[in-house]
């Protein structure tokens, strides 16, 4: 059997059903900070912001990998201001070769110049981060992605510096290896008479040296050694000749004592001997600064550009986030105070419910 109930009761009860449904929707408001959250709240404004979410989503990874690509090309620029430093350091010992007249001293700088070089390869091949290195050459190439779709990005073509020989046109030099030869005390000594002379020929230089009777070893020593470049020493029984100017030869004038020419073996020319090989070593170290200036101004730039759009990118997503807040994020203080609106209507109208229901038991009271 159906309960009938009278119209002020119905119309209370209806209210106060009305009331409790308002305060859960508030509670769940104030409860997930969400005045939407489902598409039954506001399909328009749901499917919306979840579509601004999920760009905002999708640029937060490729920030990421912008990031990454930050830290890579500063890597390949520190790397190359490390090398532009070298290269300097290169170009000095060829100016204190080109200063020197000595070849011992010019080979001495182009041992060191190799070295230079040698080190310019390792500190390229030290320049990557996280497994790419922009001075490593084939297969290090960066593209940076800057929106979701891929259609918007940098490429970053990269440079072999770990060979010189290649792009900065730099190759190792030819440090060069001396002339020696040997000639034994007595055969030196007995080959001096009146009226001699001994020349010693560098390649294409002959100088001459004293030589008549009574020269000792110690006195043709003395005279070698005054001479740039040649060094002569003695064991007690064979004098040792070493020669950086050239190959040599040594032999007397043979006015009637001879002595055996003697000749020396294993004379290499260095790069750094002569004054044209310097200049040009110089030539090519002046254009590989110019190369290692102009690709660091290129990895500048890159790196302005990559910077420029992680801000961007970053300012986006705020946008975007904060477009889908709009449409799907409840006003606390405003549902608050729905909220104390609402039990205060939920207390009235159980208190006129009651009141209604009062009313009708007061038939009671004729029985």
Not at 55 to 69: C, E, F, H, T, V
Not at 340 to 360: E, G, N, P, V, Y
């Amino acid at each position: 059997m159906a309960i009938q109930l009278s119209s002020a009761v119905r119309q209370n009860l209806t209210a106060l059903q009305g009331t409790a449904d308002m305060l859960s929707k508030t509670q769940n408001r104030l409860s997930t900070g969400l005045k939407v959250n489902s598409a039954l709240d506001n399909p328009g404004s749901f499917f919306t912001a979840q579509s601004l979410n999920s760009r905002a989503s999708d640029l937060s990874s490729l920030l990421d990998d912008q990031g990454q690509a930050v830290q890579t090309l500063k890597a390949a620029d520190e790397g190359i201001q490390a090398i532009t430093k070298l290269a300097e350091a290169a170009k000095a010992k060829a100016n204190q070769a080109l200063q020197s007249s000595s070849n011992d001293d010019r080979r001495k700088y182009a041992g060191e110049y190799n070295e230079l070089l040698s080190q310019i390869e390792t500190l390229a091949k030290d320049s990557g981060y996280s497994g790419k290195n922009l001075l490593g050459g084939s297969g290090n190439d960066l593209s940076v992605v800057f929106n979701e779709s891929g259609s918007s990005k940098l490429s970053v073509s990269a440079v072999d510096y770990t060979d010189t020989s290649g792009a900065l046109g730099l190759s190792d030099l030819t440090v060069g290896t001396s002339s020696t030869a040997t000639v034994t005390e007595a055969n030196l000594e007995a080959g001096d008479e009146a009226g001699d002379t001994l020349t010693l020929t560098l390649g294409s230089t002959n100088h001459s040296i004293a030589y008549g009777a009574g020269t000792t070893t110690e006195d043709v020593m003395a005279a070698i050694n005054a001479i740039e470049d040649v060094s002569a020493t003695t064991d007690g029984t064979t004098m040792t000749i070493t020669s950086s100017a050239g190959e040599i030869t040594l032999d007397d004038t043979d006015t009637t004592a001879n002595l055996t020419t003697v000749s020396g073996t294993g004379f290499a020319a260095g790069t750094f001997d002569t004054d044209a090989s310097i200049n040009s070593t110089l030539t090519n170290l002046t254009n590989a600064l110019g190369t290692l200036r102009s690709q660091a101004s290129t990895f500048g730039t890159n790196l302005t550009v990559v910077e420029n759009r992680q801000d961007f990118t970053k300012s986006m997503i705020n946008t975007l986030e904060e477009g889908a807040g709009k449409l799907t994020l409840a006003d606390t203080n405003e549902e608050g105070a729905n909220l104390l609106a609402l039990q205060t209507r939920q207390t009235l109208a159980s208190t006129s419910l009651s009141f209604a229901s009062q009313a009708d038991q007061n038939v009671l009271r004729l029985l």
